[in-house]
């Protein structure tokens, strides 16, 4: 087997792993997932899973990870003369469409799971790593390097936005769509976030 077919197998499974905790987490509640629910979802053994994470928070945090890896992969293959924001928002859209178009069921488990504190350590861990993906891609299309402070001041901005787009959108009452809040958070950061109308 080539070295680039085992990676991407790899890649897969780990992937697979991620979404079957995300979808057993949302359906039964974490509390009520165990690690060879995922795995057998997952169509592997539970030592398959062990190869590839600690346990089930590491696992849900991972599909996070995974999906801003793509979305900075997605960036850094962007148009070279479209501009940066503009492209930020394009890859943007997507996935958080699809997100964003969740039932009220549906946020309301994610809203749950997202309250676990061992989770939210998790996702902690994996968000500096995802930055440092997106700071890369912030670098390759503005010709700096992923340690300036640019590239990773973006990286940390855009991180901001889709968590306050989405704390807004986990608990507005009345239901509202993620996608717009997170491109006007966008747009308001592509523009200096400037002072709302009416600031004295």
Request: aromatic share 6%; hydrophobic share 45%; charged share 25%.
């Amino acid at each position: 087997m080539s070295e680039g077919l085992r990676e991407r197998k790899k890649l897969a499974t780990r992937q697979a792993l991620g979404w079957a905790a995300l979808n057993l987490a949302l359906e039964h509640g974490l509390e009520n997932v165990r690690v060879e629910d995922i795995a057998a979802a997952a169509g592997v053994s539970e030592r398959t899973f062990r190869n590839y994470f600690a346990g089930k928070h590491e696992a849900l945090a991972a599909r996070y990870y995974d999906s801003m890896v793509e979305v900075a992969a997605t960036l850094a293959g962007r148009p070279r003369g479209e501009p940066l924001w503009d492209a930020i928002e394009h890859v943007l859209s997507e996935t958080t469409r699809e997100q964003g178009e969740q039932s009220t069921r549906m946020r309301d488990s994610l809203r749950a799971l997202l309250a676990e504190p061992a989770l939210q350590a998790e996702m902690m861990k994996v968000t500096f790593a995802a930055g440092n993906a997106f700071a890369k891609a912030v670098a390759t299309r503005t010709g700096t390097d992923a340690c300036d402070l640019y590239p990773r001041l973006v990286a940390s901005a855009v991180g901001a936005a889709q968590h306050v787009a989405t704390e807004r959108w986990l608990h507005a009452d009345p239901p509202i769509p993620l996608w717009p809040e997170l491109r006007e958070a966008l747009r308001l950061l592509a523009t200096g976030l400037p002072e709302p109308k009416g600031t004295t």
